[in-house]
């Protein structure tokens, strides 16, 4: 496995900074620092945005140069992404890309969603020579030194890790068979076709698939959303594969459905969970007994999204139950997984937020 190399410290700097740290608070000498030079901080990892440029339509990719405090990453992990937007820090999560001929710095590539502030922010107005800060990595999604046959399904923006990996595969001699199935609405929304196209010619055991849903082409042998028909079809032994899918919560949990039985393991992270029907009228009460709060909310919603509804503003950051930036303690009450469905009532136990919904009155340590 390989990841982005960064420097460590030496004791006397250490010491160095302790006694520093015992005069100055770490804001104060930030403050100073940041007027050196963009990136300079005393213990904050922080990226500076290097280069932009179109990744497909309404995708953009950004080049980020970290400073020595971010932590290095491994292929297919994601990182929290801070940015200041009309005076608000606002995180999002998004799977950091290496660049095997560029060391020390990072891509991101990041897809315009309708009305989403961040991927609004990020494809339209951040700029060269800004900067983010950066969280630790989190993720489990990388890629497995056990198995030799790897299957890559992704929709949309789910291709974001999948070229990480597809690189690290690269990178590492190109063992065994690669797959990767590919769904998008048009052929203009494709990312990073130009290099799968130099990559299955140069390696032969890596095949690309594009599925487009909402455009027909003459060499498009399907067009229709994941199903077990196209998945027997191009894999016929998905019996000896690892299975990896990222998407939209319905493309993950199907992909599941589809594979999960026959193929040798299942890796899914999705990064969107599932919208509550807007005819839910059934509402629980959560007591957030930090703030000393109590709040209606309906039956089924993620508490991280009906929290926010009510302007309520937990720490969060994927949104998708992978960085535990959401996870508090529930003092009482069911809570369910919105993706498994699995219940829990014991009380103590550590909730996520983002996904979990109320299944009944709910205490929080919030
Ligand atoms: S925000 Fe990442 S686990 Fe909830």
Redesign the pocket.
Known sequence: MTSIVLKQESPLQTAFQSTIQSIFSPDVIDFWASHLHPTWSWQRPLARIIARKVEGQGSITLTLKPNRHAKPFLAGQHL?ITTEINGSRV?R?YSPTRLPQQKGVFNITIKRVRGGKASTWFTEYAKVGQVVELGEP?GEMTLSHIHQKHLFLAAGSGITPFISLIREWVTQGTHGQATLIYWAKTQAELCFVDEFTKLTNAHPNLKVHYILTQEKSENQQFNERINSEILQTLISDLNEHVVYSCGPANFVEQARQFTQQTAQEFHGEAFSIAQLDAETTEYVDIQLTKSNRSISVPVGQSI?TALEAQGIKP?????????????CTKQAGTTEHILTKDQDTETGSSV????SSARSNVTLDL
């Open positions: 929290n995180t999560s989190f991280l720490a969060s950051g994927c949104r998708m139950g992978i960085c535990n930036t959401c996870v996520r937020i983002c996904v």
